[in-house]
């Protein structure tokens, strides 16, 4: 008799409550919630897009902005001296317009000429290239290049009268160039004289218990931006005059470059970008001197090589400690990053930039850690107080040893009897 096998036995059902899909609800956002925060990242992406096909007028507008908190201390200066604010625009206007009309008179009658001595003077580079028994003087000698720029430089001048298209975007670029300066210009005499009125405007778009804040990180911002400005105009000022006073030396010994203040003045303008400016600007010098002789390009490179160590570790800490206070790796990637993104005005603007973003990240979210008991945090927030404390005690002594030369050479001068 055979046996049917039994049935498997039944396992054991697990009772599995439902989710609550009140508690689910309760922590899930409301639909309403995701229809904002997509109305807001697409308003958000439509404002970026906006900006980015008018990005050469926002970069002036920044340039602008920059300059003018540069120039505000020297105005809030000349407003505790008795004069109103749009006096003290005034002056400051007229006395940069006055700088820039003698530098041009010095600066442009000789550039000129020794921009048209350097165009007759190729020919005779190309020619001595041509002669030397290496790697060069062959490529020179094999492919004629000598004959070449003759023919080249004979035939411009008919090239240039019968492109009519060529002189229009000449004179399309000068023009649009001329307009830029002129549009910063204005616009930083307009920041100028309503900067005060702007900064209380902009704390007011603040909720009431966070504008204290929002003023103490915008009077750090712009103390950051006005100590940059200044320091970066005077690094490059005397790295343009030093270059300038060490060819007219090299001249007395008459091994000097024909071409010194052009590029005296490039190595002076090339010195605002930040990190890798100062080696840009000290190329052509090197070039043009090794052109002329070789011991003049090795005593210019030698010379830009010393200047730099000493701009380095004597006169940037001196000019630019309480200024940006970054590292030297946040300088050199903000840099390439916006010279990437906006040419030179971007080189110019990162380390502004990149000092506000330090100022923000610092004064909200670094003291919001600290607050809620972030030892890390802690840390890190006294040793930046520290190296601020340091800076500014460090402005105050130079500040006060300024103040005791020019009292002693003002009592100097008062205790020499007249002739």
Excluded: C
Aim: aromatic share 8%; no cysteine; hydrophobic share 55%.
């Amino acid at each position: 008799m055979v046996t049917e096998p039994s049935p498997p036995a039944a396992e054991p059902t697990i009772d599995v409550p439902e989710p609550d899909r009140e508690m689910w609800r309760r922590r899930w956002p409301p639909m309403s919630y995701w229809i904002r925060l997509l109305l807001t990242i697409a308003a958000v992406a439509a404002v970026l897009v906006a900006l980015w096909s008018v990005i050469n007028i926002v970069i002036l507008v920044l340039m602008s902005l920059v300059l003018a908190i540069g120039l505000d201390p020297a105005v809030r200066w000349i407003e505790r001296r008795g004069r109103s604010r749009g006096r003290g625009v005034t002056i400051i206007f007229l006395g940069a317009l006055a700088v820039v009309i003698l530098f041009a008179s010095l600066v442009i009658p000789p550039l000129v000429t020794q921009v048209g001595e350097l165009a007759d003077d190729i020919p005779g580079y190309v020619e001595r290239l041509s002669r030397r028994d290496d790697a060069l003087g062959r490529y020179f000698q094999e492919n004629d290049v000598s004959d070449q720029l003759q023919a080249f430089v004979k035939d411009l001048p008919k090239k240039i009268t019968t492109s009519f298209g060529t002189i229009v975007g000449v004179a399309g670029k000068v023009g649009g160039a001329l307009f830029n300066i002129l549009t910063v210009a204005i616009l930083t005499i307009y920041f100028m004289l309503s900067l005060p009125r702007m900064r209380g405007t902009a704390v007011v778009w603040f909720a009431p218990e966070t504008r204290e804040r929002a003023e103490a990180v915008m009077d750090q911002a712009i103390l950051r931006i006005g100590a940059y400005v200044a320091g970066i105009l005077t690094t490059a000022s005397i790295a343009g005059t030093s270059a300038l006073v060490f060819f007219w030396i090299l001249g007395l010994f008459d091994i000097g470059i024909p071409f010194a203040v052009p590029l005296a003045v490039f190595s002076g303008l090339l010195g605002l970008i930040p990190a890798v400016g100062a080696y840009i600007g000290a190329a052509p010098a090197v070039i043009v001197g090794f052109f002329q002789e070789p011991i003049t390009g090795v005593l210019i490179l030698i010379y830009f090589i010393v200047y730099q160590q000493v701009e380095n570790y004597v006169i940037q800490p001196r000019i630019m400690k309480n200024a940006v206070n970054l590292s030297p790796v946040a300088v050199v990637i903000s840099t390439l990053v916006l010279g990437s993104l906006a040419g030179f005005a971007g080189a110019v603007l990162a380390l502004p930039a990149a000092a506000t973003m330090k100022v923000i990240l610092v004064e909200v979210f670094l003291r919001d850690r600290v607050a809620e008991g972030d030892p890390a945090a802690q840390e890190k927030l006294e040793e930046h107080d520290r190296a601020e404390a340091e800076a500014q005690a460090d402005a105050r002594e130079r500040a006060h040893a300024r103040r005791r030369l020019v009292e002693r050479m003002r009592d100097r001068f008062a205790r020499t009897p007249p002739e």
